[in-house]
């Protein structure tokens, strides 16, 4: 059994909100306030937890404006076994293939309520099965098997490992799967401090000090009061003559004692190994527990985790849990690189938008790509309102820089600039594009940017005789094979050119775009339209020598881009320098953005917001012919 779907109407931010789960790792991600907690509390409040933590719903619980809530939640999966322990509570559906099958649903319903008698507002909360929540009351015991655990966000795992009454540590070894569910263990335990109890009983160091208090409270006493007052660990009763009651709270005052720990050493560990023996505990406490649904709750698994572990944790969950379900809330990029792609789901704007293939333009082939090579750098595009994907070191060097000069700094619009190679651009962008087999697809919030270069080589780049700035090699085909003459811009024809370009743009729709350079390729582009002086400057180290360049911008840029093309492994030297120089543009963004190719300006103002228009100069001059 899992927990197949959420539905909640008028709770917090969301008004009518719905999110479907996978049976194993589901991984929430998305900036702050998108209502990944608010998922993750809504289950826990209708399910209730393993922990002694108090759940309950607020009048802050409440949508603005609105007196009554729904939470509403579907499982499916039984086993024969779980269909017993809920049979009066199954709704009998036909699924996908049409055939018929028991589900269970929840309904948690919650009214603000008026006490006119007292004048005073209380919430009215009941908990149904059904499909519409019109079947019977849940019972307590069903609330008990269906409970959660949960591990909240910044949790103090020393705390809740540490000796106390009612800690999670005694919860846990106290549960029925655990030393509770034990009977010998537990009667070896008891006796074992009965015993030691009356060992220290019997010292006469500790007789000697029980004479005193004796002596000196029975002479504050009446006569016909005398008392023998007697130091114990647990009590005098053997076990034998205890109750079942009086067992499982001699057990309950014993694990109370316990504190758990790294090693025996003493030493103090840091934060994280710490919250992940805590975690450890609480996986263990699942994978026993028979009579609990396995359902794990996490909010933020990464606090206190450096990288290596966050990736340790991760792999067990991936790996090692398969009859485990995991709904996991995360700000960490590298967790979201390691979990399958089919695993997350993306909270935009109190909206989810899961990745699994039902859901997205992604084909299975693009699953398996994407896994292999997603990385926690390019994995920061999930937690972004826009996206800029590139395919090149001068862009991933050069847009920031350009972006922050014309008043549109990324970050500040938070604008993830991912880095992919070449076709594999496409396969990024199909993230963000619905299954065009959905009936209603929901497209995702979040602008995609896609840049790339034209690559058709103009005719001035040929190294041929009479073309001093050629440098590029046409080489025809051998018997229609081979050759590279699909490059060269002369040799097409605007239907060739343009079905390019329709190749290029083929995944664009809903939020996705993509700009092809103006022509050849990014850095052609800087030096033909405006920024060539610069681009000379940082190829060569000086401004000497420019002027002997072609006047000719097309020429000139041919002949630039040659010179950045001879650098080879190094050119990429070229776009950190150029960088610094463009530094001399802060706080003139007009200059700078009449300098630019149009598609660069074009992605930019798309994943932020739109330029002011630039009004040209009015010109005064009056002239007239003799």
């Not at 699953?367 to 750098?377: G, I, M, P, R």
């Not at 190829?539 to 002949?559: M, N, P, Y």
Request: overall charge negative; glycine content about 6%.
């Amino acid at each position: 059994m899992y927990l197949s779907k959420l539905k909640v109407q008028n709770f917090r931010q969301f008004k009518d909100f719905s999110i479907g789960f996978n049976k194993g790792l589901n991984l929430l991600v998305g900036e702050n306030n998108a209502g990944k907690s608010s998922v993750i509390d809504a289950i826990r409040i209708a399910l209730d937890t393993t922990s002694a933590e108090w759940v309950s719903i607020s009048d802050t619980d409440f949508l603005s404006g609105k007196s009554e809530l729904q939470i509403k939640l579907q499982f499916v999966g039984l086993s024969v076994r779980e269909s017993g322990i809920f049979l009066e509570h199954l709704t009998t559906e036909d699924n996908s293939e049409q055939v018929e099958e028991s589900l269970l649903y929840i309904t948690l319903t919650a009214k603000l309520t008026q006490n006119f008698s007292k004048k005073t507002q209380y919430i009215k909360t009941e908990i149904h099965s059904g499909k519409n929540g019109d079947g019977p009351i849940i019972e307590r015991d069903i609330r008990d098997y269906l409970a959660t655990t949960y591990l909240k966000p910044l949790r103090d795992a020393e705390a809740e490992l540490k000796a106390g009454r009612s800690s999670r540590l005694s919860q846990i070894l106290g549960s029925n799967s655990s030393l509770a569910g034990d009977n010998a263990a537990t009667k070896r335990i008891i006796e074992l401090l009965t015993t030691a109890s009356n060992d220290i009983q019997a010292d006469p160091s500790i007789q000697a000090a029980q004479s005193d208090i004796a002596t000196l409270l029975n002479s504050l006493t009446f006569k016909s009061n005398t008392f023998s007052p007697a130091l114990s660990l647990l009590g005098s009763k053997a076990y034998a003559d205890m109750s079942e009651s009086e067992k499982s709270f001699a057990l309950k005052n014993i694990l109370e004692k316990l504190t758990l720990e790294l090693d025996a050493t003493g030493i103090k560990h840091g934060l994280g190994y710490s919250s992940l023996l805590f975690m450890a505990t609480e996986l263990m406490l699942i994978e026993q527990e028979e009579d609990q649904y396995p359902l794990l709750l996490v909010e933020e698994p990464e606090a206190h985790l450096h990288p290596q572990l966050q990736l340790k944790f991760i792999k067990y969950l991936r790996d090692e849990n398969s009859e485990l379900q995991c709904i996991l809330s995360t700000h960490s990029p590298v967790l979201a690189s390691k979990a399958p792609l089919k695993s997350l789901i993306l909270m935009q704007d109190g909206k989810a938008f899961p990745l699994r293939e039902e859901h997205t333009a992604l084909a299975p082939e693009d699953y398996v790509f994407l896994e292999k090579f997603l990385d926690s750098t390019k994995a920061n595009m999930f937690f972004a309102r826009g996206v800029l994907l590139v395919e090149g070191v001068a862009e991933v060097v050069l847009l920031p820089q350009i972006a922050e000069l014309l008043g549109r700094p990324l970050e500040d619009y938070g604008v993830s600039l991912v880095s992919v190679n070449g076709l594999s651009r496409k396969r990024y962008a199909k993230i963000y594009r619905s299954n065009p087999s959905l009936s209603n697809p929901q497209p995702l919030p979040i602008k995609v940017a896609c840049i790339t270069d034209l690559d058709l080589w103009p005719d001035e780049a040929e190294e041929k005789d009479g073309n001093a700035y050629g440098f590029k090699v046409k080489k025809q085909p051998i018997k229609n094979k081979g050759g590279n003459l699909g490059y060269w811009l002369n040799e097409l024809d605007q239907h060739a050119i343009d079905a390019k370009k329709a190749t290029k743009t083929e995944f664009d729709g809903e939020s996705v775009k993509t700009f092809i350079s103006n022509d050849w390729t990014f850095e052609f582009c800087l030096a033909k339209y405006g920024l060539a002086e610069e681009v000379y400057l940082a190829v060569k180290g000086t401004s000497e020598g420019f002027d002997s360049l072609s006047t000719d911008s097309h020429i000139r840029a041919v002949q630039l881009y040659r010179m950045i093309e001879s650098k080879g492994k190094a050119k990429s030297e070229v776009s950190y320098l150029l960088a610094n120089i463009l530094s001399k543009y802060k706080d003139q963004p007009e200059l700078l953005r009449s300098k630019l190719p149009s598609y660069i300006i074009d992605a930019i103002e798309y994943v932020t917001e739109a330029f002011p228009v630039i009004t040209p100069p009015v010109n005064t001059d009056i002239s007239q012919d003799d």
